[in-house]
């Protein structure tokens, strides 16, 4: 492309260069000068030919640089292509992970599980919440208070988690209700190591 602009510069330049040649020769005649205008019409020949090779090099430079831009195009097309394709198997991926999770989820509950179990579940999960949003207004109430609240939860929770743990131990709850109990201990305890 800048090959293309340069070669465009210098054929206006011989252009202008012919006109003024040409013009040069005429009044050169009109003044009966034959040796200087033999001599214009020498400089003028050879303009004109300059004038014709620079034309043609830069029709076929602004062919390369129509080349040039299609192949650029192509190339940024391709490439929103092959963005667009990955953010299709990036959200594909997480997806098949989350997909996953839940599967997994919900092999924990068997389907003769009892529904007060699935209740107990839910209960810890609030409180699991309502810990992590107290966690969040510490700074705008009082630490220490609202530290003290947290930690009464938390010995809530692990007391919950004791009590299920020995229902499960006694029998009292459904078989798949196990893996539940463990998980649902596991979680309130990373809240608590948190």
Do not use: C, P, W
Not at 49 to 54: A, N, V
Not at 134 to 158: N, P, Y
């Amino acid at each position: 492309m800048a090959t293309e602009r340069l070669l465009l510069k210098q054929k206006e330049n011989l252009s202008g260069q012919v006109v003024d040649l040409d013009s040069k020769i005429k009044a050169s005649v009109k003044m009966g000068r034959d040796d200087i205008a033999t001599a214009y019409i020498g400089q003028l020949q050879q303009s004109q030919i300059d004038l014709e090779r620079t034309t043609a090099q830069a029709e076929q430079a602004q062919v390369a640089s129509k080349q040039a831009l299609k192949a650029r195009d192509n190339y940024v097309l391709n490439m929103k292509k092959r963005t667009a394709e990955a953010m299709q198997l990036i959200s594909a991926a997480k997806q098949a992970k989350l997909q996953e999770q839940l599967a997994q989820t919900m092999e924990t509950f068997n389907i003769g599980d009892d529904a007060s179990t699935f209740s107990e579940m839910r209960e810890k999960i609030d409180r699991r919440v309502a810990a992590a949003e107290a966690k969040l207004q510490l700074g705008t109430s009082s630490v220490d208070s609202q530290m003290q609240d947290i930690e009464r939860e938390a010995m809530d929770i692990q007391l919950q988690d004791k009590l299920l743990e020995y229902k499960q131990n006694m029998g009292l709850l459904g078989s798949g209700s196990n893996n539940t109990g463990k998980q649902i201990s596991s979680g309130s305890n990373e809240n608590n190591d948190n």
